[in-house]
């Protein structure tokens, strides 16, 4: 970080202490979460605790997150790590009665890396048209909207969902969204236009076809690599009993192929399709929740065989309440047992030599122990155990190890 950048933090914490230091602390107040309504993974970057400060038309909040591991791989371990996985703010305002600004800005291995996810103004006309421009999160499967660490069990990231899919994924672009409620359904759409992909996905250091290597690139925020918009939709169902369903695309054309009008290349394509699905068994509060995605890149033909043009993953979550009550004077604690099985396919195919299988597979289980004093806050233990191979199928590396930490809106 900049000594300019640091200077201005240090001004406005010094600025900022005193003047809340002179408002009364009954001012301060939770925004409440209506339990009414019917709630989508497309509500999750407003559907957050915001803390409000009197009249003020700005409300801030945030989420935090910590922990140890002891992991090792064939044998091999690098011993006990702490870990600051992220700091993330947010800053909320209701510009007028339907406009409305949010933004997010996310600290990770603490200032490692400094992004800005979400900063985007909605402007509400109607129920089922709504417009939105900014810095948006592109909306394919769930994850990469609903990926607060206070709402999960488990202190990784999917891997289908943060290395094959680019994981709070977002670009500068405009679109529309909206819902429609019929009782206990409610039915929603958003769609957008955004920058996109560089050719980054199939050159990088990962020697593999990466989606989430166009994040390195910060001019997506202000430049399209290739002047063609990403595509971004979404569609959801959910019942307040039964639970949701949600079909999601995005694509668009990811290599530069043309530079002052000679067009020296045919354009490339990346297409993702994404399924997401989440439920609450009613007798047991048995949640389950999972997502399946499928990539397809048009990878050139100069280029090997470890760049694979077709890639498939996913996750499953299950988490099982069995205990609710006081614990430690925390009178509405709730324990957790859960339970995570993913799976990502890196290069799906065959060698066109041999016709034999491309082998590059990963597979990871996770049984998780979690207690939330509340429900803004949890502390969790889990035990990761995922398996590897390479390109030929070779015996799989093994990684497994616990890991313990925390995570807590504020």
């Not at 200077?7 to 600025?15: D, E, Q």
């Not at 169902?237 to 694509?251: A, H």
């Not at 799976?343 to 122990?369: C, M, Q, R």
């Not at 030929?392 to 497994?400: K, L, W």
Request: no cysteine; glycine share 8%.
């Amino acid at each position: 970080m900049s000594i300019k950048v640091r200077f201005l933090f240090l001004i406005l914490l010094l600025t900022g202490s005193e003047a809340f230091g002179q408002i009364d602390s009954t001012l301060f107040r939770r925004t409440a979460r209506d339990t009414s309504k019917v709630y989508l993974n497309m509500d999750a970057v407003y559907n957050r605790p915001f803390l409000a400060v009197g009249k003020l038309p700005v409300s801030i909040g945030g989420y935090v997150e910590a922990n140890w591991q002891h992991l090792g791989t064939d044998g091999i371990t690098e011993g006990h790590q702490f870990q600051m996985r992220r700091l993330t703010l947010f800053v909320a305002s209701t510009i007028y009665r339907r406009i409305k600004f949010l933004s997010e800005i996310e600290f990770e291995d603490g200032t490692k890396e400094i992004n800005i996810e979400f900063a985007s103004v909605d402007i509400e006309f109607h129920p089922l048209f709504n417009l939105r421009g900014g810095i948006v999160m592109n909306p394919i499967g769930a994850f990469n909207q609903n990926h607060d660490g206070p709402k999960w069990e488990f202190i990784d990231r999917p891997v289908s969902a943060t290395q094959m899919l680019p994981a709070t994924w977002s670009n500068v672009g405009f679109g529309v969204f909206g819902k429609l409620y019929r009782n206990n359904w409610v039915y929603a759409y958003e769609a957008y236009l955004t920058n996109g992909f560089d050719d980054k996905i199939i050159l990088n250091s990962e020697n593999k076809t990466f989606l989430p290597a166009s994040k390195e690139n910060p001019e997506r925020f202000e430049e399209s690599f290739n002047g063609v918009p990403l595509i971004t939709a979404k569609t959801a169902l959910r019942n307040k009993t039964i639970g949701e369903l949600g079909l999601s695309y995005m694509g668009g054309v990811y290599n530069k192929f043309q530079e002052d009008g000679l067009v020296f290349d045919k354009k490339r394509g990346v297409h993702v399709f994404a399924v997401d699905i989440n439920t609450t068994l009613p007798l047991i509060s048995t949640w389950v929740n999972a997502e399946i995605a499928w990539v397809n890149v048009d990878v050139p033909d100069t280029y090997s065989q470890q760049y694979g043009s077709k890639q498939v993953g996913g996750f499953v979550d299950i988490v099982q309440p069995i205990f609710k009550g006081s614990i430690f004077g925390f009178e509405r604690s709730v324990v957790n047992i859960a339970f995570r099985a993913e799976y990502v396919d890196w290069n799906k195919g065959t060698f066109n030599e041999t016709g034999t299988k491309i082998h590059e597979e990963f597979v990871s289980i996770i049984p998780a122990l979690s207690w939330r004093p509340t429900r803004q806050t949890v502390i969790r233990l889990n035990y990761r155990y995922k398996w590897q191979t390479d390109l030929f199928g070779n015996p799989a590396s093994r990684t497994a190890g616990f890991q313990m930490g925390f995570s807590s809106y504020f």
